[in-house]
């Protein structure tokens, strides 16, 4: 039971070939700081099954802050446990990612931020680094795959996930593992140059629905009176009532899709700069 509400969709552990592929970003900036491995202390705000701190210590490093609370809750209190670095997959669910990355920025320490390959185009996050000239994104040669705790899901992810990087973080490009690398990207130009991202913003939920019952009528997978209730914003899918794809490609039942941006019903951030109490899964 977590103090915090889950979405079926966000609740996914991050691989440990994701954090390798950032080791030796963590590794040089212990070099910047004058710290060593085993005492760099990372905060991971966002908790699944304590996943991150088990895969960060078999790294090297062993004082990862990842307890099973409410982050937003803890921030809100001004409890947030010291700590060099910010190193987070947050819930890609409603406006996690806007919040998680408007505490790094506001944090004024070093964060990695694992995310959807599509934020590196949208306003929001353009608005929120625009100040910060170390930004920096590392794209992986493969994608990465998300587990659930309950072991559901699809064998790969649905979309590519990159890190992105800031605060002082230093921007090297890794190759931590046998036949994969890592590249290094400074803009989201080069990104677009690339093709690493959208050329154009991701469609809404409702504009991917209509888009998938053309396709699916278009292929005969769904009869007229189905792909009609889909294409009107139900949630009915063939064969699985409201199931739909959750965080990593991995089945949600009964959950939200995740990885567009979903309905808030939760309090917004407070004029002062505050982050409102809410709850979220996690995937460290």
Known sequence: EYPFEVEYGDHFETSGEA??????????????????????????????????????????????????EDFYAVAAAGRVPEHHCVLTNPPYSGDHKERALEFCVRNARPWLMLMPSYVAVKEWFRAAVAADPSVFFLVPSQRYEYFHP????????PFTSIWYGGGG??????????????TLFRSIEELRNHK???????????????????????????????????????????????????????Q?????????????????????????????????
Do not use: W
């Open 169 to 182: 973080m230093p921007a090297i490009s890794t190759a931590a593992r046998p036949g994969v690398h890592c």
């Open 196 to 250: 690493h991202v959208p050329v154009r913003n991701r469609l809404g939920p409702r504009q991917r629905k209509k888009l998938r019952a053309k396709m699916a009528e278009k292929h005969g997978e769904l009869p007229p009176q189905e792909v009609a209730a889909v294409g009107e914003g139900g949630a009915k899918m063939r064969g699985n009532g409201s199931r739909g794809k959750g965080r990593g490609g991995k």
């Open 150 to 157: 309950e072991g559901t899901g699809h064998d790969e992810s």
């Open 19 to 68: 954090y390798a592929d950032v080791s030796a970003v963590l590794r040089r900036l212990c070099g910047d700081l004058g710290v060593r491995a085993r005492d760099l202390e990372i905060y991971d705000p966002f908790y699944c099954q304590g996943g991150a701190k088990h895969r960060l210590a078999e790294l090297g490093f062993p004082r990862v802050y990842n307890r099973c």
């Open 252 to 284: 949600q039942r009964g959950a939200k899709e995740t990885g567009g941006s979903s309905t808030n019903d939760a309090a917004t951030a407070s004029s002062s700069g505050e982050i409102a109490p809410r709850g979220g899964g996690r995937g460290g």
